[in-house]
Nanobody, 121 residues
Framework: QVQLVESGGGLVQPGGSLRLSCAASGSFSSINYMAWYRQAPGKQRELVARIDSSGITTLEDSVKGRFTISRDNAKKSVYLQMNSLKPEDTAVYYC???????????????WGQGTQVTVSS
């Protein structure tokens, strides 16, 4: 089975920084993309950042210039460096992986359990 384990969330003051990590267990024939989503109370889940197999990144407009997504292919891990955090960044952040597994057809989507990020004075 696949498991995505997230870490690095917590409470931080505005202007502070956090680094989220997500490590995937399980074997994949390929990993097409890894991403971070977030969901604030009363809001829909939204894409924050994504990195595909070629290293191309996508960032949500409000985090451009502040957040950086990166990955370590060998470790099947993805990271989100969050700088200059704002209260509106407060949300549960979810790790997401799209990949192919042996003995399964097509690309499947996998999710972590979520980690809380709270930005408050």
């Amino acid at each position: 089975q696949v498991q995505l384990v997230e870490s690095g969330g917590g409470l931080v003051q505005p202007g502070g920084s956090l680094r989220l990590s997500c490590a995937a267990s399980g074997s994949f024939s390929s990993i097409n993309y890894m991403a971070w989503y977030r969901q604030a109370p009363g809001k829909q889940r939204e894409l924050v950042a994504r990195i595909d197999s070629s290293g191309i990144t996508t960032l949500e407009d409000s985090v451009k210039g502040r957040f950086t997504i990166s990955r370590d292919n060998a470790k099947k891990s993805v990271y989100l460096q969050m700088n200059s955090l704002k209260p509106e960044d407060t949300a549960v952040y979810y790790c997401n992986l799209g990949g192919r597994r042996f003995s399964f057809t097509g690309v499947r989507d996998y999710w972590g359990q979520g980690t809380q990020v709270t930005v408050s004075s």
